[in-house]
C-alpha cells in the first residue's frame, strides 16, 4: 500500500514538473510544425524561450519568445479558422518566472495572489498588461489570431501576452487585418493541414519605458498539405507602420529577406519538403 502510495506521489510530481518553457519544441510541441521541423537557429534571440502555449491540460500552438526584448519571435500553429469570441481577460506565462511554477498560461491576478508575487517580479520575465496600458497609435497584435483557432480554448489560448506585439494601430484593423481573415482564407482552398508561423522582427524602438519592443516588421509564412504529394506555400512581410498592403512573397524569398533583417545565416522556416517557389 505504501509503495502504490508513493508511486501516485511520484507520478504526480513528474506531471506538475512538466515544463511549458521547453529546451526544444521537437520533444514537447512538435505538432505545430510542418513535419515536426521547426525553424532553424537562424532566429533565436540571445535570451530565447521556447514555450509550448498550454492552456489547462491541451497544448495549443508554440511560440519563440526574446526574454530581452519581452515580444514574442514568432508563432507557429495550424490554421483553423472560425468567428473569434474575445476573452476578458489576458494571460501570462508562469514558467518564466522559473521552472516551479506551473506549465499552463494563467491570469496575471490569479498567479499573482496564488503565489504572493509582486507584479513588478513578474514584469522582470515578461511583459505585463501594465506595459500595452495608454498606447494611442499601437495595438496589442496577436502573432496566432484568435480567429485562427476554432474552439473557444484554443481562441483564449491566444490572448497570452507571450503572443502579442505592439503592433500599428492602422495595420492591425487594415492590412493585416485582411490578410488574417481574406487572404489566408483563399489561399487554403485545396488544403488539409496549413502549418503556419507568423513572426516579428525587432525594431528600435519601444513601449513601457523601454520594457517593450516595437516589431519593426511583421511576417508569415504557410506550408499547406493539399496530399500526400502536393503541398503549396505562401509569406507575406509589412512594416509596423502606417502600412497600407501586405507584400506577398515566395517561402524562399521570405526566408532570404529574413536573414538579412535579422542579420543572421540563413533561415530556413519549414521542413525542406515545403516549395520555397
Known amino acids: 500500500m505504501l509503495l502504490l502510495l508513493l508511486l501516485q506521489v511520484s507520478a504526480t510530481c513528474l ?13 514537447s510541441c512538435p505538432q505545430f510544425f510542418f ?20 492552456y489547462g491540460n491541451q497544448y495549443y500552438f508554440a511560440t519563440l519568445y ?12 495550424i490554421y483553423n479558422p472560425a468567428p473569434c469570441m474575445r476573452p476578458q481577460t489576458w494571460l501570462i506565462e508562469p514558467q518564466l518566472l522559473g521552472q516551479n511554477y506551473p506549465p499552463t498560461m494563467e491570469k496575471t ?4 495572489k496564488q503565489f504572493n508575487i509582486t507584479s513588478k517580479k513578474l514584469g522582470k520575465s515578461q511583459a505585463i498588461l501594465k506595459d500595452y496600458r495608454n498606447l494611442t497609435d499601437l495595438h496589442r497584435g496577436h502573432l496566432n489570431p484568435c480567429g485562427h483557432n476554432n474552439d473557444s480554448d484554443s481562441r483564449n489560448a491566444t490572448f497570452t501576452l507571450t503572443n502579442i506585439i505592439p503592433q500599428d494601430k492602422n495595420l492591425n484593423t487594415g492590412a493585416w487585418k485582411r490578410y488574417e481573415q481574406q487572404m489566408m482564407k483563399n489561399k487554403t482552398q485545396g488544403c488539409k493541414t496549413t502549418y503556419v508561423i507568423v513572426g ?3 525594431g528600435n524602438n519601444y513601449i ?7 516589431p519593426s516588421y511583421i511576417w508569415s509564412g ?28 515566395k517561402l524562399g524569398q521570405l526566408e532570404v ?14 521542413d525542406s519538403a515545403c516549395p520555397r517557389q
Open 15 to 27: 506531471w506538475l514538473g512538466r515544463s511549458e518553457v521547453v529546451p526544444s519544441f521537437q520533444g
Open 35 to 54: 513535419r515536426q521541423t521547426p525553424p532553424n537557429q537562424a532566429l533565436d534571440p540571445q535570451n530565447p524561450a521556447r514555450i509550448c502555449q498550454r
Open 66 to 77: 526574446d526574454r530581452t526584448l519581452r515580444i514574442p519571435i514568432y508563432s507557429a500553429y
Open 109 to 112: 491576478r490569479t498567479f499573482l
Open 200 to 202: 516579428a522582427v525587432p
Open 208 to 214: 513601457a519605458n523601454g520594457r517593450v519592443n516595437i
Open 222 to 249: 504557410a506550408c499547406c498539405e493539399v496530399n500526400n504529394n502536393l503541398r503549396k506555400a505562401w509569406a507575406v512581410i509589412v512594416k509596423n507602420k502606417n502600412a497600407i498592403k501586405v507584400k506577398s512573397l
Open 257 to 270: 529577406l529574413l536573414s538579412q533583417l535579422y542579420r543572421r545565416n540563413q533561415v530556413s522556416l519549414f
